[in-house]
């Protein structure tokens, strides 16, 4: 738990001075006196901005921050500060929720809760068009909000202001949107990124909603609004409420309507934000090394910049990948940013290494790389020294192409290390990543202790909210908070040094796949143009209908001849996986069981190294299929797709 206190008020000051955060620019305005309450009026980043004291602040100082229209309806703001709490307001006015909005709303928020003591958790009060802010700041931090209560909220701007529905909407505002998001009314049509769409995150995190509606409002019906994001929102498990607005005098086309029993409402905030529940920091999960000075620079200098993420099948499934991608398009609104996801589930660092050249620097050269292998390293079996070698010689292929790229390595979590971490063991492969990010000053993130940590604070659970080590929408929040938590950081002035020595004599610096073509004197082995199983097991996207070099009787036989320091092969492990005999330049005979535990549920993509510490020169590698197999197995087959060669 973090405290509040001036001394660690100070400690974030040295932290964020250290990292080259940018501090807030704040200008003290007239202090002034809102319904017996002092109101504290300054300028806030060149933009107006409020808070409203509470005379006796509830413990943890929980607070609701209004969008938009921030004298609209203000009994219920009245009621919660006499019961504690304070009232906040930052002017983005007439930007529609924009990313640059958020922007703001992402720095308001950092300058309330670590130089104000504000709760962590915020009530979001958002009337009209401030739904569209609500909703939007909401779904980019599901962690950091309380509770939503909407008054007749915009929850789609085809409906208002387009007008595209039942309702009129509003030409002039219409064009503003339009301007603001630089879409022509074609684009609009498809536009995606609005309050209705992407509730996953919202609802994971059970953030309650709460609308009040006029039944009859013409300017934005509750049909094409409220009724559409609470069915969204109940359907992916969202506790959502309507409260139909019915007395009283109904305006402006039935839009406008007084608010029957505000202390109902005042009562709903106060009970989802109370107690003040203070989560763990993520910083202690976040070592910055050299940081990211160099990427940041080219973004802002140049206003180009290539990012890759490199990884197993929770870099592959959309989640924080994308989120992070949006993130970095909206820090850098100004720059052309080229995204290389190379995420294939099953691999680890190995096959990252060995698969880099084709998947990454063909495509283009990054100058930030997110690399995660930590959780399938685990799982393959790589030796601690495999790991470093390979990752070692990922790091060494990135900057023999770009010096100054920056690194961010992740260690996601999954049960085998929450078990080490409850032994007191760190994980293996985590203390890998972490000694190769200090060495070569890559940004580290260790996820893996801080989803355990978490856990054990009662922040959430495994089973029932983070799930599996391919994360819910739930995880996958929790590993891009933390993410955006790096990336808000403003790099300090330490540059990335490139060290030529590398961490291993044997690293796969010069990894790259080698066409199976390439075997010779092949004795029962074919190559198949489009291979694809027989069987209904399945397959992973890129091992299948792809050229495959098969063999499938014991006897059967191949050679390769390479020129390098290591030879492997990257093969096709299925139900009836068998085993092989071995050998370079005949010295040394081994053999290989391919079938793993995986084997029968499905044609995996096992990659194994078979020498990598060769003198360097010309070797040949001959294979031979075994008469033996696992008693698992349905066959001897070997299915080759790349062989690996580190020249």
Known sequence: MYRTSALSFLYLLIVLASYGQSVPEVVAGANSNWKGFEKVEFRFNGRDAWYVKPKNAVHGNPWVWRAHFPDWHTEMDSILLSRGFHVAYVNTNDMFGHPKAMQVWDAFYDYLTEQKQFAPKVALEGVSRGGLYVYGWAKRNPDKVSCIYAEAPVCDPKSWPGGKGKGPGSEKDWAAWLQQYNLTEKEAENFEEIPLNDLKGLAA??????????????????????????????????????????RGEQTLEGHHFPIEHPEIF????????????????????????????????????????????????????????????????????????????????????????????????AKGTPDLLFLEAAVNDRGNGFSEKAQIRALDGIMKQLYAHNPKANVILMAFAEPHKNTDYENGKEPVEVAVHQKVAKYYGAVYINLAKEVYDRIKAGEFSWKYDFKDLHPSPYGQEVYFQTIKELLKISPSATPVVVKKSGMDVYAYEKAAYRDIKEAKRLSGFKTEANWKPVDKTPTRAGFVDVPMLTGETSGSSFAFDFKGRAVGIAVISGPDAGKIAYSVDGKNPKTLDLFTPWSNQLHLPWYLMLADELKSGRHTLKVTLLPEKNEKSAGYALRLVHFLVNE
Do not use: C
């Open 205 to 246: 995190f059970k953030v309650p909603v709460l609308h009040v509606i006029g039944q009859q409002d013409k300017l934005v019906p509750p049909s094409e609004n409220s009724d559409l994001l609470i069915e969204n929102y109940i359907k992916l498990g969202g506790p959502a409420s309507v409260y139909p607005m019915t």
């Open 266 to 361: 005042a009562s709903f905030i106060y009970e989802n934000s109370v107690p003040v529940l203070k989560p763990l920091q993520r910083q202690p999960y976040i070592e910055i090394n050299a940081g990211l000075k160099n990427a940041y620079d080219k973004f802002q200098n140049e206003k180009k910049g290539t990012v890759a993420f490199l990884g197993g099948s929770i870099t592959h499934n959309p989640g924080w990948r994308d989120k992070t991608s949006q993130y970095l398009k909206e820090r850098f609104p100004d720059t052309e940013f080229t995204f290389i996801a190379a995420g294939i589930p099953s691999l680890g660092s190995t096959p990252h290494a060995f698969r880099f050249s084709r998947d990454v620097l």
